[in-house]
C-alpha cells in the first residue's frame, strides 16, 4: 500500500507511458488484491487531462472516467477500506483535480444575461466531487484520522474554490463544505474565519467571488444551528462580516440567502434589532433605486421578524428612511413597496398597530407626491 502513495511528483511521465494500459476491473479481482487495485486506479485518477481539445488523449480521458465511476462504486459498496493510505491516496486524488488555477475572469461576463460558463473538465471534476461525498459520507469515515489529510490547506483551497462561476461546480462546493463543516468541529472556526476573510475582499478590495450566493447558504444553516445566547464571536461575524456585504456593488447576487442570514440572527436574540437596523440604515443607497428596493425588500423581512418591544425602538429611523425615498427623484419605482408598509393589509405582522406615532411621516410624503403630480 505504501507504494501506491510514492511517485505523486512524477506522474505525468509515467502516466504518459503506461496509463492507456487497462488495470484489472475491482470487482472481478481476488479480495486481497482489491485494495492495491482500488488505491493504484486512485492514483491514476490524479492525472489531469487538458479538455481544451477533446481528441486529445482521448482514450486515457475515457479510462479515468472509467476508474472514476469504478472507485465510487467500490467506495460505496465496500466495508473497512478506509485505512491511512487510502485516505492519504483520496484525499490526494481529490485535491490534485479539484484545486487549480481557474482561468483568467472575462470581465465582460454577466451572469444574469450571459450563458452560464461551465469547466471543460466538469466530466471528469463530477466524479470526482461524487467520490469525494461517498468517502465523507461513509459509515467508516472516522474525522480523527482524516484530519491529517483534511487540514486548513485542504479548506483554504476548498474556500477559494468558490471564485469559479460554474454553478455545477458551486453546488458541490457548497455541499462538500457543509459537510466538512459538520463532521470537522475543530475546523469549525477556521472555516468561518477564511469566510471572513473573503467576504471583507468581496467588501473592500471587490474580490469577484461568484460563489457567495453558496457560501452564504452554508452559513445560513450553520447560524441556524446556534444555541443561545449567541457567543460573542458569533455576534462579531453578524457585525463586522455580513452587514458590510450590504455595501456590495454585486449584492443582487446573493441578497436573499444574507438576509436569510441576518434574518435568523434577529430570531435567535431580538436583543440585536436595534444596533442590526441601525447599520443597514446607514448603508441605505443613495442613488440606486433598484437597490433602493432591495433595501425595502429586506427591510420588510427584518420587520416581520420583530417583536412589538424592540420594534418601538427603531420605528422613527425606518420611517423618516421611507419617507426620504417616497420624496426621492425615482419614487415612481419605490413608491409601490415603500407604500406597502403603510398597507393595513401588508403582510408585515403587527406594524399597523406599532405605528401609529410614525405613520404620519411616510403618509405626507406619499400625499404631497401625489397631490404635485
Known amino acids: 500500500m505504501e507504494s501506491a502513495l510514492v511517485g505523486l ?88 483535480n479539484i484545486f487549480r488555477t481557474l482561468p483568467p475572469r472575462d470581465k465582460d461576463f454577466d451572469p444574469e444575461e450571459d450563458d452560464p460558463i461551465y469547466e471543460p473538465a466538469w466530466p471528469h471534476l463530477k466524479f470526482v466531487y461524487a467520490f469525494f461525498f461517498r468517502v465523507l459520507e461513509s459509515p467508516d469515515f472516522q474525522p480523527s484520522v482524516a484530519k491529517k489529510f483534511l487540514d486548513r490547506n485542504f479548506v483554504s483551497h476548498l474556500i477559494d474554490m468558490f471564485c469559479t462561476d460554474d454553478v455545477n461546480e458551486l453546488e458541490n462546493l457548497k455541499i462538500a463544505l457543509h459537510c466538512i463543516y459538520g463532521k470537522f468541529l475543530g475546523l469549525r472556526a477556521y472555516i ?118 424592540e420594534y418601538v425602538k427603531v420605528q422613527k429611523p425606518i420611517f423618516a428612511r421611507i419617507a426620504r425615498c417616497v420624496n426621492s427623484e425615482h419614487f415612481q419605482h419605490i413608491l409601490r413597496p415603500a407604500t406597502s408598509v403603510e398597507d393595513p393589509d401588508s403582510n408585515v405582522t403587527g406594524l399597523k398597530r406599532f405605528t401609529r406615532k410614525q405613520r404620519p411621516m411616510p403618509t405626507r410624503a406619499v400625499g404631497w407626491r401625489r397631490t404635485s403630480h
Open 9 to 96: 511528483r512524477n506522474m505525468d511521465t509515467e502516466l504518459k507511458t503506461t496509463g492507456s494500459t487497462p488495470l484489472p476491473l475491482i470487482a472481478n479481482s481476488k479480495s486481497t488484491a482489491k485494495l492495491e487495485l482500488f488505491a493504484k486506479k486512485l492514483r491514476f485518477c490524479c492525472y489531469k487531462f487538458n479538455f481544451s481539445d477533446q481528441n486529445v488523449d482521448f482514450q486515457e480521458k475515457e479510462l479515468k472516467r472509467i476508474y472514476l465511476n469504478e472507485c465510487i462504486d467500490f467506495m460505496e459498496e465496500s466495508r473497512g477500506i478506509l485505512i491511512e493510505p487510502i485516505y492519504a491516496m483520496s484525499f490526494a486524488m481529490i485535491a490534485h
Open 192 to 309: 468561518r474565519r477564511e469566510i471572513s476573510n473573503k467576504f471583507m475582499e468581496l467588501v473592500y478590495e471587490d474580490l469577484y467571488y461568484p460563489g457567495a450566493a453558496e457560501v452564504l447558504e452554508v452559513l445560513g444553516s450553520v447560524i441556524n444551528g446556534y444555541t443561545c445566547p449567541l457567543k460573542q464571536e458569533h455576534i462579531r461575524f453578524l457585525f463586522q462580516v455580513l452587514m458590510p456585504l450590504h455595501s456590495s456593488p454585486v449584492l443582487q447576487r446573493f441578497q436573499a440567502h444574507l438576509v436569510y442570514c441576518v434574518v435568523q440572527y434577529l430570531e435567535k436574540d431580538p436583543y440585536l434589532t436595534e444596533e442590526v437596523i441601525k447599520r443597514f440604515l446607514k448603508r441605505w443607497p443613495k442613488n440606486t433605486s433598484a437597490k433602493e428596493l432591495m433595501f425595502l425588500g429586506e427591510l420588510e423581512e427584518l420587520i416581520d421578524v420583530m417583536p412589538p418591544s
